[in-house]
Nanobody, 116 residues
Framework: QVQLVESGGGLVQPGGSLRLSCAASGFTFSNYAMRWYRQPPGKERELVAAIGSVSTSTHYADSVRGRFTISRDNLKNTVYLQMNSLKPEDTAVYYC?????????WGQGTQVTVSS
């Protein structure tokens, strides 16, 4: 059974940091590219960051480049999103995504709220 389980979300003040984790099981994690998406309240889901299957390539949305870092540990079957200098506009539900065409899996999401 495929599972992607996100953790690490919560309430943080502007300028603060959070580290999201996504633990994967039920598929060969190292063969999949991994992505973090987010969905702000009342808006569409958007791609935040992506990492290749062997961590040699990363991609970031312009809005988070320089503040967020995506990484993965293929021994632990886990992908991370380090989020620094958080802003209120980063408030969203953050989703983990695994993709290897034609297969794609999603986590259930974790809430991140940036507010004073």
């Amino acid at each position: 059974q495929v599972q992607l389980v996100e953790s690490g979300g919560g309430l943080v003040q502007p300028g603060g940091s959070l580290r999201l984790s996504c633990a994967a099981s039920g598929f060969t994690f190292s063969n999949y590219a991994m992505r973090w998406y987010r969905q702000p309240p009342g808006k569409e889901r958007e791609l935040v960051a992506a990492i290749g299957s062997v961590s040699t390539s990363t991609h970031y949305a312009d809005s988070v480049r320089g503040r967020f870092t995506i990484s993965r540990d293929n021994l632990k079957n886990t992908v991370y999103l380090q989020m620094n200098s958080l802003k209120p506009e980063d408030t969203a539900v953050y989703y983990c995504n695994a993709i290897r065409i034609p297969y794609e899996y999603w986590g259930q999401g974790t809430q991140v709220t940036v507010s004073s």
